[in-house]
């Protein structure tokens, strides 16, 4: 039943963005060209979710758990960092110049258009790149480092006094 659940919702997600307008690149695109040819219509898109969850958030989180699962997953985290600042900055530039974000990029990969699918593809092989990225360099950095060892104390017993 989750399952079903869950894939109800992805699918009127998915009806939203193509309604919307999405997921069509031209559109988004059209819609950041503020200094040529601006298209404001996206506006009442995004107009129209913020205030669809201004009202409803307020009102699931009143609940005790979601229907379909045994609590919230929210985040707790409320502080900036550069990753995130770096992650957002970038997600923007790609959104700029793709159209695309990743769920009407799936939305669009859908009809098999052949820009969607490689966004989709790019998309996947970014989250990979970063993934290695962050397992080997990000990760490395923010490990303890191993105390140096005083060759003096190399070999040496440490005495515990008894408690006698």
Not at 114 to 132: D, S, Y
């Amino acid at each position: 039943m989750k399952y079903l659940v869950s894939f109800g919702s992805g699918l009127l997600f998915a009806l939203g963005l193509v309604v919307g307008g999405m997921t069509q690149p031209g559109k988004v695109v059209g819609f950041l060209d503020f200094a040529g040819d601006w298209d404001p219509s996206l506006a009442f898109v995004m107009g129209g979710a913020v205030v669809a969850y201004s009202v409803l958030y307020r009102l699931i989180v009143k609940k005790k758990r979601p229907l379909m699962e045994a609590k919230f997953h929210l985040p707790t985290r409320t502080d900036l960092d550069w990753r995130l600042i770096a992650g957002g900055a970038t997600f923007g530039v790609g959104w700029g110049l793709a159209g695309y974000c990743p769920g009407p990029g799936l939305t669009a990969a859908a009809t098999l258009s052949t820009p969607a699918v490689v966004f989709v593809i790019a998309m996947i092989g970014g989250m990979f790149l970063f993934g290695a990225f962050d397992k080997v360099v990000l990760n490395k950095r923010s490990k303890p480092q191993e105390p140096e060892q005083n060759p003096d104390l190399v070999g040496a017993r440490v005495q515990v006094p008894s408690e006698n």
